[in-house]
């Protein structure tokens, strides 16, 4: 699997062809392509050069000359062990291959750090003196053998070392590998699991697609579930590296699959620390950097793999043996979890306690399968309710929202959740909306379901309060900020997050109402046009959540969305973008688990500065990962957004199958509800041009619910303004004024002097829009002092706005423009060249197909088309006809 390896193969050839060294030594780990990248070069030079491949063997690396038996047949046994002997009768056999010629040789070596020491001197003084161009390939640990090392130190060879495949480079062979989209939450998973080992990557991809586990949906490669470990691909890579091992080796490889992460100290104890050190040298383990040091595999799929393998009476075998010393010395959480799974696979019986925490460790790493497994043995009356909360987060993150509901209404308020009865409530709330429930169908359940139930019992913070006031149940408060956030009452949510102020902050209960209530009050000002305190807010329930870490709602994911909405209606986008991106890299598993959410909150920002293609190209592969889990609700909104650039971009069959989604898709949250019926009206618009849409849009901006909520209402005028209404500019005047941060204000200056026709003021807002990142308002900006200067006469300077609205188009990375749906720009000639592609462009051609016809790149050709795009104001090749000038 060469992709992704271009670099090194340039660059190793060219070192070659140079001679600017004679050797060059290819270092790399296991399955990291080490052989795959020999043999490329072998084929790229061997129309250059006279190529002898020689293989390093673990059997031979004490055999003096082992590796040159095929060259050394002729010698006696007094001749094959002189190093004098054996290296004439090499260079007798490479003269015989060169037959006179002046060909250079390359001697390509694979696993070179098998080789004995004999065989490595032999070879660097082949390098030294000249006598042939050397490829070694080997792994860091244990190293090349020190003759051939020192000509590195020396600096006679070249060093180049071949790094497991980054996420860019897994994103290329995945792209060269699959016919179709593939969004980034597969391109993430697979790139963990992989390691971006390219053995273990062919393995996987091979393996889920035989299994159904990668499909195509819709043009878009999505995971359907866990990549499998017991695929033949894997199983067989497993197998073969096995088979490769001394007994020794592969009973310590066992003990560290199974029983991983693991002290080192117990495999050493029965394994040895001298197998031990060789399977850290062959990179199979890895040793964690505390002290003391834990052993785990390499690839955790390799090592699911190499436990499938295992009998169950072997496991247990192998459990009785270590079992003591893990007993003694624990590895942390994920030790004493995966002690858990050991026994629980053997049969053996383990404490509620155990289980539990297993249970709690296995959902923090979204094992979820494992995580409800473990917690549904516990019996324990007392931590049964704890127990039911982590079966509903794990079947939650399945996407079982029926079954996480049944079982999150059954415990949230025993009296074992303690302070985990607020996070449960909330996990039933979500579970239940994602089944199509309203919220106030829900609150006035759980009311009628709590109506009787003692105040006093229930009102108590948590069972240490004691507390002789009265206190409001924590339940019913939690409720109304919900119902509060839906209806977008800040006034109201303000009382309610004042209440929990002033109650103990230590209490997880009380953490989890601020951190609710202040995130749903930040997403409320927002909506009302008061972003800057609605950041405030934001930024003071993120400061609350690491009291809470390690419950079963996902209060972090809770807070960014409505911290990223604050930045997004500040029009501060490289700032959302930055908290996006620092929560993927900081939280990898959960943002694996939210990434159908978090795409949509990026295309969004994507599709609010303008970017359509980016947003169309974010926003399809994110509405696929909602369709199979919604963990926010966010499907409805998304299929309205990607619904939305569809249109405007003209792709009709896209657009009409996100239309469907968004029709079938139940209601969501009635903050994302406005904005998505808002913008499938838009799309409706780009697609029939009849005025309905617009019209809805209108009728949508004057119900109560929007025009009593300034940030809201703006972007809908927004919307409007993009659909080329310009009667509603003076309304965006009066709201924009009213609205706090950089996006309404930049909206404000530009409806203040497009009203204005002033071109040189247009000219100046359109400057200084760009360049503070409004690129999308800087475009209309441009356009519209286009159509004054060209009225007026100055159409030397229209021709400048033209080309500065053009370079806008280019930033924004639009290939067409919305046709009359933007401001009016001057007639512009087509010049010769652009005349001749678009007339073959009509007949049918591709873009390749002009190109040869014209005998010009494709570049060329894609190039005149856009720029006649915009001059047209076309947005594809079907309109090119009746738009051309006649």
């Not at 480079?169 to 697979?190: C, F, N, R, S, W």
């Not at 091979?206 to 299994?211: G, L, R, T, V």
């Not at 696929?624 to 299929?639: A, C, H, I, V, W």
Request: aromatic share 6%.
């Amino acid at each position: 699997m060469l992709t992704g390896r271009r670099e090194p193969l340039d660059r190793i050839c060219n070192i070659i062809r140079s001679r600017t060294s004679q050797a060059v030594y290819l270092m790399a780990g296991p399955g990291i392509g080490k052989t795959a990248l020999t043999d490329a070069i072998t084929e790229r030079l061997a129309a250059e050069m006279i190529i002898v491949q020689i293989h390093g063997s673990s059997s031979l690396a004490s055999v003096p000359f082992g590796v040159l038996a095929p060259y050394t047949a002729e010698l006696n046994a007094e001749d094959s062990v002189s190093s004098v002997a054996v290296l004439r009768s090499v260079w007798s056999y490479f003269e015989k291959l060169k037959g006179g010629k002046e060909t250079p040789l390359l001697l390509v070596m694979d696993d070179a750090h098998h080789l004995d020491e004999a065989t490595a001197s032999i070879v660097a003084d082949m390098i030294s003196a000249g006598w042939a161009s050397v490829v070694a390939a080997g792994r860091p640990r244990p190293g090349l053998p020190q003759p051939m090392a020192q000509l590195w130190y020396d600096g006679l060879a070249d060093r180049v070392d071949l790094r497991p495949l980054n996420r860019d480079q897994i994103e290329e062979v995945l792209a060269h590998a699959l016919d179709g989209t593939v969004p980034a939450g597969t391109v993430d998973t697979i790139w963990s699991a992989s390691g971006g080992n390219p053995r273990i990557l062919d393995a996987l991809l091979h393996d889920a697609a035989e299994s159904g586990v990668l499909a195509k949906r819709n043009g878009i490669w999505m995971l359907l579930g866990a990549l499998p470990s017991d695929g033949p691909k894997l199983t067989g890579v497993v197998v073969k590296d096995m088979l490769r091992r001394s007994a020794e080796e592969q009973e310590a490889l066992k003990l560290v699959a199974l029983a991983g992460p693991v002290r080192r100290k117990v495999i050493e104890d029965i394994s040895g620390a001298e197998v031990v050190r060789a399977l850290l040298d062959q990179q199979m383990v890895v040793e964690s950097t505390g002290t003391p040091a834990d052993l785990r595999m390499w690839n955790a799929m390799f090592g699911e793999a190499l436990r499938g393998s295992v009998s169950v009476s072997r496991s247990l075998q192998l459990l009785e043996t270590i079992r003591e010393q893990l007993e003694t010395s624990p590895a942390g959480p994920e030790g004493r979890l995966r002690a858990v799974e050991w026994s629980l696979e053997c049969g053996l019986k383990v404490s509620d306690p155990e289980l539990l925490e297993a249970a709690d460790t296995a959902l923090a790493h979204f094992r979820n399968r494992s995580s409800r497994t473990m917690a549904a043995r516990v019996a324990d009356p007392k931590l049964v309710p704890h127990s039911q909360a982590v079966q509903a987060r794990a079947l939650f993150n399945e996407g079982d929202y029926a079954g996480a509901a049944r079982i999150a209404d059954r415990c949230w308020l025993q009296p074992g959740t303690g302070g985990g009865a607020a996070p449960a409530l909330m996990l039933s709330v979500m579970a239940h909306q994602a089944l199509g429930t309203p919220l106030e169908v829900l609150a006035a359940q759980y009311r009628d379901q709590l109506r009787g139930v003692d105040s006093a019992a229930s009102g108590r913070d948590s069972p240490g309060d004691s507390s002789d006031a009265p206190l409001r149940p924590w339940w019913d408060q939690l409720l109304c900020m919900l119902e509060h956030g839906e209806a977008g009452n800040h006034t109201a949510l303000a009382r309610e997050v004042q209440e929990p102020h002033s109650r103990d902050s230590g209490d997880a209960t009380q953490a989890a109402l601020r951190v609710v209530g202040t995130a749903l009050l930040a997403h409320s000002l927002a909506g009302d046009g008061r972003a800057v305190q609605g950041l405030e807010a934001a930024v003071t329930a993120a400061s609350e959540l690491p009291a809470l870490q390690g419950g079963v709602f996902f209060f972090n994911e809770f807070v960014l969305g409505r911290l990223v909405a604050n930045y997004l209606a500040l029009g501060e986008w490289e700032t959302a973008e930055r908290e996006l991106a620092n929560y993927v890299s900081g939280d990898p598993r959960s943002s694996a688990a939210f990434a159908g959410s978090l795409q949509i909150l990026r295309g969004y920002s994507l599709l609010r500065q303008g970017r359509i293609e980016r947003a169309y190209q974010t926003l399809l592969p994110a509405v696929e990962t909602l369709r199979l889990k919604d963990p926010q609700q966010m499907f409805r909104f998304g299929s309205a957004l990607g619904f939305y650039v569809a249109a405007r971009l003209g792709d009709a069959a896209q657009a009409s199958r996100l239309e469907l989604d968004y029709k079938d898709a139940g209601p969501g949250p009635a903050s994302q509800e406005l904005l998505a019926t808002a913008y499938a009206a838009a799309a409706s618009e780009y697609v029939s041009r009849d005025g309905k849409g617009l019209a809805s849009v209108h009728t949508l901006a004057t119900t109560p619910e929007v025009s009593a909520r300034a940030g809201m209402l703006l972007e809908l005028l927004a919307v409007c303004w993009d659909l080329g209404d310009h009667s509603v500019i003076p309304l965006v005047q009066s709201v924009a004024a009213n609205v706090e941060g950089r996006w309404a204000e930049a909206m404000l200056t530009l409806a203040r002097h497009w009203e204005s026709a002033d071109a040189d003021a247009l000219m100046g807002t359109a400057a200084a829009l760009e360049s503070a990142g409004f690129v999308n308002l800087a475009r209309e900006a441009y356009a519209r002092a286009s159509s004054v200067l060209e009225n007026s006469g100055e159409r030397r300077r229209a021709r400048q706005a033209v080309a500065l609205r053009e370079k806008c188009d280019h930033e924004l990375g639009e290939r067409f423009r919305e046709g009359q749906f933007i401001a009016a720009a001057p007639a512009v000639h087509l010049t010769r060249r652009e005349q001749d592609i678009v007339e073959l462009a009509v007949q049918g051609l591709t873009d390749r197909e002009i190109a040869q016809r014209l005998m010009v790149s494709v570049r060329t050709v894609e190039g005149h088309l856009y720029r006649t795009y915009v001059k047209l104001g076309v947005r594809s090749r079907d309109e090119l006809a009746s738009a051309l000038p006649r």
